[in-house]
């Protein structure tokens, strides 16, 4: 499985992903799944894909070989992120519908998703979530997050945390303990997380970072996120119980009234 | 959806069980879903369900004849809690095999769960997670919870807070914040939420609460959790970037090296 998550604040853009991919439990490997594309200076592009291994990688080869070939269209060509999540979508039809057939008749999953965040210049910072049918959406303020992959887990934390007004450099926190989070309660989603922050308007992705397992950064910030937790935990008023001390009607049963009947 | 989770700790067991029910978004309803079948004084029983209703409260209804015929073999004849468990999945399995063919062949999920928290006496406290084909497992001191339904938002808590030591007191709430986070990241999961603590060797369920929406308790509790996690995460150390000033490697597309060969 992978965890790839974006979140978009007023001021900037967060990427994180995890690099662990499975065919069953008893395959897993280490792949990068964050991507940077940008043009320093005039664009900003930064992917993650989670799905079908074999579909991603070959959008992307796709996308690498018109840039390689400079093509007419390609990620440094398009003229608005807008173009660009339409051409990303283009190319995941295109794959889909060479490899369909083979893989609807072995009832492979060849679903995949990619989350593409950035900025081109003359236009504001966005972040979309592009489906394997090719068609996407964007985060807004209300909803300032997207996740692909494996996305329950790290959801409680953003939901608690996140809002389109807080710093990048606080979202990233969010993004960090969010990928945490789920890495701790599934194994199919593990380290090296990677993660970029972008400011609005540089138009340069400045801050990356990589967290390998047992990083001493990534170890600490588990311990402190722990030990916080289990200090409010411990803060935490005691439920009020309905006491019932002897005979407790069955009231929780729905046969409560044949069972009391029958006594 | 459901979400349902037992909890087992050395000195006792807490049940919980939020009460939607839909089918599909346009058609919510509240059901109770954690059922005491406890004999004061000889045997604690206590149910939880999650999937198909219909299964489910099928499944109760032959257990509570049962018990209303006054059948030989029943919820409070049983002499210890494995037979109780088996007995369930027996009843799970003749009410499949009585739908199956109907529901298969318009491809409707008949798929049900139930969780058994208890005690008879003579023998210890157990937590059973009973599946649909009617086996079960028991969760043990290493892994001290068990979860139906939608499981995966309510996880992470646990995996941060729970353990076999700890009161039964604490585990509720535990229990309590797993299923808050569920509800405020999935629609399908909402109050009122049913609690129960036991203590084990009391074969007594004295302690009981139910939580309806707007709650005085659940949203003290839910503001003082939110607050904390909020405090905890403005105190968490900044993330250490590493700062690429200028041209950045785009090292992170697998074109790198294609990419930069061609500038």
Chains 1, 2 share one sequence.
Not at 8 to 17: D, F, K, N, P, S
Not at 120 to 133: A, D, K, T
Request: charged share 20%; hydrophobic share 40%; with cysteine.
């Amino acid at each position: 499985m992978t965890y790839c998550l974006g979140i978009i604040t007023r001021t900037g853009l967060v990427m994180a992903a995890d690099s662990r991919t499975n065919a069953g439990v008893d395959y897993i490997s280490t792949y990068q799944k964050l991507f940077d594309f940008s043009v320093p200076g005039e664009r900003a592009i930064i992917l993650s894909s989670a799905g079908n291994l074999a579909m991603t990688q070959e959008v992307l080869t796709l996308m690498q070989r018109d840039l390689k070939g400079q093509a007419e269209i390609s990620l440094h060509t398009l003229p608005n992120m807008y173009e660009i999540a339409r051409y990303i979508g283009g190319k995941m039809r295109q794959v889909t519908d060479s490899n369909r057939q083979w893989l609807q008749q072995d009832q492979i999953d060849y679903q995949c998703t990619f989350l593409l965040g950035g900025q081109i210049r003359g236009e504001g910072h966005v972040l979309y979530l592009i489906y394997s049918q090719g068609n996407f959406l964007h985060a807004t303020p209300e909803t300032p997050f997207l996740q692909i992959g494996e996305t329950k887990y790290g959801k409680p934390i953003l939901d608690r945390t996140l809002n389109y007004e807080i710093s990048a450099t606080a979202a990233a926190k969010c993004a960090l303990l969010s990928l945490d989070s789920t890495m701790k309660s599934n194994i199919s989603v593990g380290p090296p997380f990677s993660m970029v922050m972008y400011e609005a308007d540089s138009f340069l992705v400045k801050h990356r970072a990589e967290f390998v397992l047992g990083d001493p950064f990534l170890v600490k910030v588990r311990k402190f996120w722990e030990t916080s937790l289990r200090q409010a935990f411990e803060a935490m008023p005691d439920i009020q119980w309905h006491e019932k001390l002897e005979h407790p009607a069955p009231m929780d049963s729905p046969a409560s009234e044949s069972v009391r009947d029958d006594r």
